[in-house]
């Protein structure tokens, strides 16, 4: 009974390179969210996807910055062209329905370094 | 414009005393709460959640009470042990948009 999947745990690009962040939600959940926490912050909203759908991206930088929840696979966070301000740690949650009545359930996280 | 916000960044309290949590919200559309808490290195963990329609919710040594006229909500951990020391997260939700709101979260201390 896995729960919500993150690879890599860690990652390091230098600036300029792209970061691809991977998520599998719990089994049989269809949404999933991403958020941001900078050092010494608390959790950012980014996007909330759908399988096969972007439902409110409202937290997600305009530029360099997409997701996609592919109808098979994992979810994929994707930044190209990474600067330092990047440098964060970024959490996966899913959730078996939309909505507030249902907590969501996070991974452990991808820790990316830009160097 | 921070729509759920967590005064207080830090809490020490004695191991077997009962620890408050508080959280405060603008936004009169969210009508879900959540306490999530987090250890270094992981990831948050769902604890307790209360729905606007009720003004207080119970699980063991947890309970959360919904101020909703004044827009506040706190969570109370009685008797308070060593293992309970991490970072809670007050998150508020509106069914309508399905996202959750996070606070900057209060990095709770218990001491033995």
């Known amino acids: 009974n896995a729960g919500v999947m993150q690879n890599p745990r860690h990652l390091v690009r230098r600036r300029g390179q792209e970061a691809r962040l991977r998520c599998s939600p719990v089994k049989g959940h269809s949404h999933v969210y991403w958020y941001r926490q900078l050092p010494e912050e608390g959790l950012k909203f980014m996007v909330y996807?759908?399988?096969?759908?972007?439902?409110?991206e409202s937290g997600m930088p305009k530029e360099r910055f997409s997701a996609e929840f592919p109808k098979e696979g994992p979810s994929i966070l994707r930044i190209q062209q990474v600067v330092r301000g990047d440098s964060a740690a970024y959490f996966c949650?899913?959730?078996?329905?939309?909505?507030?009545?249902?907590?969501?359930?996070f991974g452990p996280g991808t820790r990316l370094t830009v160097t | 414009d921070q729509q759920v916000k967590q005064n207080s960044p830090s809490l020490s309290v004695q191991e077997g005393r009962i620890s408050i949590l508080n959280c405060d919200y603008t936004n009169s559309m969210f009508d879900y709460f959540l306490w999530y808490k987090k250890y270094p290195a992981e990831g948050p963990t769902f604890l307790i959640s209360i729905s606007s329609i009720k003004d207080k919710n119970e699980d063991g040594r947890f309970t959360v009470f919904l101020n909703k006229s004044a827009k506040h909500l706190s969570l109370h951990i009685v008797p308070s042990q060593p293992g309970d020391s991490a970072v809670y997260f007050c998150?508020?939700?509106?069914?309508?948009?399905?996202?959750?709101?996070f606070g900057d979260g209060t990095t709770l201390t218990v001491k033995p």
């Open positions: 998150a508020a939700s509106d069914m309508g948009t399905g996202k959750s709101t």
């Open positions: 996807l759908q399988k096969e759908n972007i439902i409110d």
């Open positions: 949650a899913s959730s078996p329905r939309t909505g507030a009545t249902y907590e969501q359930y």
